[in-house]
């Protein structure tokens, strides 16, 4: 298996652009995950799917962030308009199902510099 | 919030040593998880104990849990140049969503 497959890997973009991050979790995997990484505030969770629903959304930071899971083998994160706090790694995991939602398979995760 | 929170901050060794990080939480727990990330790189999970269990083993990888003080180690033993990384702690709380809250992580740099 490949595993967690992450797009762009690196990321620099202008404030008030538009960011899509893009993220195909292992196969057969139900539950998929976004973080954020940053050194002053460590590894942050934002959103957590289960069978392709939002679950929790409660660690999006605004309403400049959302995130979609149309199938199984895909997900996007998106930051519209984007501002240089946002500058992060943002990574993506995906687990087997809900119930045994504990072991984790991160990606290699999106480097994003907002200039 | 964060969960559980790793001592110490960082740590420097020399090859073959032992390296012994420890990770503190607040609430009861159903598991407890280490992950490593080397720089640049996502996080890869190690080892998972639950709150049943004490210690576990995994290669040069030692865990033991200590529930009545809400604690966890981490021993690496006999440190390579290769076992440079962030180490994470990661906790599932008991009654809850499953879902693990990770630590701020030990910066782990052994020297060949």
């Known amino acids: 298996d490949a595993g967690v497959i992450q797009s762009p890997r690196h990321e620099v973009t202008e404030m008030g652009q538009e960011v899509t991050l893009r993220c195909k979790p292992i196969s057969g995997h139900n539950s998929l995950f976004w973080y954020r990484q940053t050194m002053m505030r460590g590894l942050e969770l934002l959103i957590y799917?289960?069978?392709?629903?939002?679950?929790?959304d409660s660690g999006m930071p605004e309403d400049r962030f959302s995130a979609k899971m149309p199938n199984a083998s895909f997900s996007t994160l998106k930051i519209q308009p984007s501002e240089p706090r946002d500058s992060a790694v943002y990574f993506c995991?995906?687990?087997?199902?809900?119930?045994?939602?504990?072991?984790?398979?991160f990606g290699p995760g999106t480097r994003l510099t907002v200039l | 919030s964060q969960q559980g929170e790793e001592d110490p901050q960082a740590l420097s060794i020399q090859e073959g040593e032992n390296a012994t990080m420890n990770c503190s939480y607040k609430t009861s727990i159903n598991n407890l998880q280490w992950y490593r990330q080397n720089s640049g790189r996502g996080l890869v999970h190690l080892i998972l104990?639950?709150?049943?269990?004490r210690e576990k083993h995994s290669g040069r990888l030692r865990v033991t849990l200590d529930t009545s003080k809400k604690s966890s180690s981490l021993l690496i033993t006999a440190s390579r140049a290769a076992d440079t990384a962030s180490y994470f702690c990661a906790t599932a709380r008991a009654g809850g969503s499953y879902i693990p809250t990770f630590g701020r992580g030990t910066s782990l740099i052994v020297h060949p």
């Open positions: 104990i639950r709150s049943n269990e």
């Open positions: 995991a995906s687990s087997l199902d809900r119930e045994r939602a504990d072991t984790q398979y």
């Open positions: 799917f289960n069978n392709n629903v939002p679950i929790d």
